[in-house]
């Protein structure tokens, strides 16, 4: 059974959105003078899909958000002509044939996205072909459901985060991740905001229940070496993201400190990529991206490295294929979960893409263990409110 073709297509939110508010999340750009919004980067309203398919006519599904247009023209006129004519379950030696022929301008950042949506979308195939779901080929169940945490909470007025946290709870979850607004340009006034949220959040879901804390990437080393001793009390379950992703050594800098675990990964690309944060102990928890990483080939090469490490792996954001990956390694204890919402900061999209994904049902995720592949479709629910390009 060879590959006959491989379909991408862009899909661009038009429908209605639900503004975000300012310093509702740090991130990279915060370093620097902007005019405006400087809250514009996170809204990434764009996805895409990439379907994979064979003589049969079985159809694979990948999916990216990051920079889908110009993964797109990646896929469409460097990676698809390798993939064609090959046989879905040489998936290893097509994932070589894509880095190798790429190496010297695709091993990070697009190329790596655009092999990842391919990778996924092969996954989903041999299920597929095989009849049984993707968590089965890579070794089958290793929980009896999948613990989640919830994550949204984006930083806003104390009020806000309370009654979101507070209707959370009643959901049945057992941890929570919430944002922070403020980095080092607001200063020590700043500062003291970030440590009224985690507090007024930690009075509504109590100490008996994890809570984690996103930075993404919006602090540097200095500002979040002066925030450790202050989140500590606060019981953390990690802090996310405290500096850019290149800073290695500023990771492990803070993560030798011992006082809050530091996790990160979600902006790392390629098993060396990813080996390189467990080797220098930068992490204490990993969180790839599948969709970024190298898809599920690559992850699971990852995940069994860090699993070597006692490095746990929390794949970054929902979705089936990291819902399928932890499902199958003990030593990714619990998922990301985004709840379903409005169309806001970008991430809701894969809720108004794909049917299929599970909702979470007092603080866990199931899977069947007799819908093969990754168990998602395309839908068709939503289409006026998407500009598709092909």
Known sequence: MKIKSVRTRVWTWKG???????????????????????????????????????????????????????????IDDWYAPLVIGEDPFDYAYIWEKMYRRSHAWGRKGVGMTAISAIDIAIWDLMGKLVGKPVFKLLGGRTKEKIPVYYSKLYAGSIEAMQKEAEEAMKGGYKAFKSRFGFGPKDGMPGMRENLKRVEAVREVIGYDNDLMLECYMGWNLDYAKRMLPKLAPYEPRWLEEPVIADDVAGYAELNAMNIVPISGGEHEFSVIGCAELINRKAVSILQYDTNRVGGITAAQKINAIAEAAQIPVIPHAGQMHNYHLTMANTNCPISEYFPVFDVEVGNELFYYIFEGDPEAVDGYLQLDDDLPGLGITISDKHLQHFDITE
């Open 16 to 74: 209605p959105t639900v503004p975000p508010q300012g310093n509702f999340c740090t991130n990279a750009s915060d370093a620097l003078w902007m005019k405006g919004d400087a809250m514009s980067s996170f809204r990434f309203h764009q996805w895409l899909t990439c379907e994979v398919e064979t003589e049969d006519g079985t159809i694979g599904i990948g999916n990216a958000a990051l920079a889908p247009s110009v993964v797109k023209k990646a």
